[in-house]
């Protein structure tokens, strides 16, 4: 806010901000459908593939601590993790925007 003040001239309240980045699509967390199937598949490409895997959405990469934290606070125990990764980590969903790569 501070740089488009002093950069452009352009002010507005934390309201209308909110209220543009909600327009724009813009958010820093992700919805609980992507981040299952961003955990699923890191754990299934780890244990059966032994590859380590980075993940993008729109553009820019969901860092590593996201998706612990994510499975610190969804998945207390192994059924659990089971079932997401049955579910999830076979076959991407075409609604979920994520792509992921192996680190070069």
């Known amino acids: 806010m501070k ?12 309201r209308k901000w909110k209220s543009k980045l909600d327009e724009w699509k813009f958010s820093t967390n992700l919805r609980t459908d992507r ?3 961003v955990f699923a598949k890191r754990e299934k490409r780890a ?5 380590d895997t980075m993940f993008f959405h729109e553009g820019s990469q969901i860092k590593r601590h996201k998706i612990e934290g994510f499975k610190r606070r969804n998945m207390r125990n192994q059924k659990a993790a ?7 980590a076979t076959q991407k ?11 070069s």
């Open 3 to 14: 740089t488009f003040e002093k950069e452009y001239g352009f002010e507005a309240s934390i």
């Open 35 to 37: 981040m299952l199937f």
């Open 47 to 51: 244990v059966e593939e032994g590859k």
């Open 82 to 88: 089971e079932n997401i990764d049955a579910i999830y």
């Open 93 to 103: 969903p075409q609604s979920i925007n994520v792509q992921y790569s192996t680190p």
